[in-house]
């Protein structure tokens, strides 16, 4: 099963993700993969770290200036070191773990980003443990690039979706 958590961007989908990983330690789910977090400089955002929730570790990953050979992502580019690492996190999930990627986004879209990796993993019968972040504008294209895999999708603008997430993923991981 594939999970989606989708909803506009900035509309706080990281940070139900954020707050649901003690819960879901909790619960006896582990949890690795990671969460893009925004690096400001003063109230502007100049790009977004790399959140490892297995090690508990930063690195960075977008940034608004790159490099003549960095990948564009947007606005940002990847940080080649950091798109390494978020492809191996994914590409080397360890079986029973419920992996988070935070986002499939425009470039995953387009078959790059992430999408070497992510490609390896979601036709595979381990992939019943996967929880994804598509923005709204992207949902329908995702799901066209996912395929027929089992897939629920949860839009953070309906009332309780943390809620309705947390005890998703609990009755999935107790059958």
Known sequence: MIFI???PRHSGKTTILKKSIPLLKQMNIPVQGF????????????????????NNTHHP????KGQKHWQEAGRFYFVPSG????QDLISQREKG????VDEIGPQEIKRSGLWPALETVIPNKNSEHLLVVVRKSLLNECLDLIGSNEIKVFNIQEQDVDLRLLQTLKNHYNK
């Open 5 to 7: 958590l989708s909803g």
């Open 35 to 54: 969460l893009s977090v925004p690096v400001f400089t003063g109230t502007r955002v100049k790009g977004y770290d790399l959140f490892d929730l297995k």
């Open 61 to 64: 990953f977008l940034r608004r």
């Open 83 to 86: 798109l390494i690492r978020a």
């Open 97 to 100: 773990f419920l992996l988070m």
